[in-house]
């Protein structure tokens, strides 16, 4: 366990070396025609007493490389030993390889044994980098089968806000769609812990990260608001998405909402009756909806009655009403 935090932490200062480009930090060209580095670790000893200094006495450091380009063979050997001489033995926290992002983290055995100055044989990190590109393409389609995902479970449960379906239909689509936002949600939560908000994404893959974070819960709501009012003054997602999200904090932390944007159920007489969640002033909801893009709220209602669902904003009712 010592190891694993130990290593969990190396990665950690990788980051932060590519970014603050300290003296020790190598940056790295890679031919053109290079798709994919694959990088085997191990533990290291340094040899001189200036890199004792600098990086201690052990290290993680590079071991062995691979490559793939893009028409599916391996960089030939010359340009690989190229690439590679220089970062051998190196603490890899402290290479860069320009216009490449680590995709993926595995453990796996070292495989130089015996060969000085690797000294320990053992299960270390295998870092997989891809060009930045190409994994913008990736992110992206990924984020936009997700959120096709995320609209289509929400299509299916809109039947049983209809009243039309019997209480196992209704339970089962409960499951579905619990299911899918668990899905979404850690797929969203690696890409942006991984590479933060990727600028350069489709319209539909920013819509998809905000549809997944919203329909989540409140503590990871919490963990990336932050990121969500970056995201807006960067125009990746818009502000009545941000005030949304808001919106749904506040119900769910169990306070009055501010722009209208949340609807709850209550079961009144049999029946499931939506309802807009209480607003913290009534009077200056529409005002506050138009600053934000929002129409007014007895505009979307009727909207919303036209494709079937009903909800009633009944501006007596409190939140106590909806805890009883």
């Not at 053992?122 to 992110?139: C, H, N, Q, S, W």
């Not at 893959?205 to 905000?210: C, G, Q, T």
Request: glycine content about 6%; hydrophobic content about 40%.
């Amino acid at each position: 366990m010592k190891l694993l935090i130990t290593i969990l932490a190396a990665l950690v200062c990788c980051s932060v070396s590519a970014q603050t480009g300290t003296a020790d930090t190598i940056y790295v060209d890679v031919p053109a025609e290079v798709e994919g580095l694959r990088m085997q670790t191990t533990e290291c000893v340094a040899v001189g007493k200036k890199d004792k200094e600098r990086f201690g006495k052990k290290f993680l450091g590079y071991s062995f490389m691979q490559t793939w380009c893009y028409n599916g063979e391996k960089l030939d050997t010359k340009k690989h030993k190229e690439i590679f001489k220089n970062i051998q033995y190196y603490p890899y926290d402290k290479v860069v390889f320009n216009g490449f992002v680590l995709d993926k983290l595995d453990m796996d055995y070292s495989t130089e044994a015996g060969v000085i100055p690797a000294l320990i044989v053992g299960k270390y990190p295998v870092l997989i980098f891809r060009r930045e590109t190409d994994m913008r393409a990736k992110i992206d389609s990924l984020l936009c089968d997700i959120g096709r995902k995320d609209q289509a479970v929400r299509a299916d449960w809109a039947k049983v806000a209809t009243g039309n379906v019997t209480q196992e239909e209704a339970i089962e689509y409960a499951l579905k769609m619990e299911e899918t936002d668990s899905t979404n949600l850690a797929a969203v939560s690696r890409i942006l812990d991984t590479y933060g908000w990727t600028s350069g994404l489709s319209d539909e893959a920013n819509k998809a990260i905000f549809l997944v974070i919203d329909h989540s819960d409140l503590k990871t709501m919490n963990k990336y608001i932050g990121l969500f009012r970056d995201a807006v003054e960067k125009g990746y997602i818009s502000m009545n998405d941000l005030v949304t999200m808001e919106d749904r904090m506040l119900m769910n932390a169990g306070k009055p909402q501010k722009y209208g944007t949340q609807a709850y159920s209550l079961v009144e007489d049999g029946k499931t009756v939506i309802y807009i969640w209480p607003v913290e002033d009534p009077g200056k909801l529409d005002a506050l909806r138009k600053s934000v893009g929002l129409m007014p709220i007895e505009s979307y209602l009727e909207m919303v009655k036209q494709q079937g669902v009903e909800i009633i904003y009944d501006k007596t009712k409190t939140v106590a009403d909806f805890n009883q």
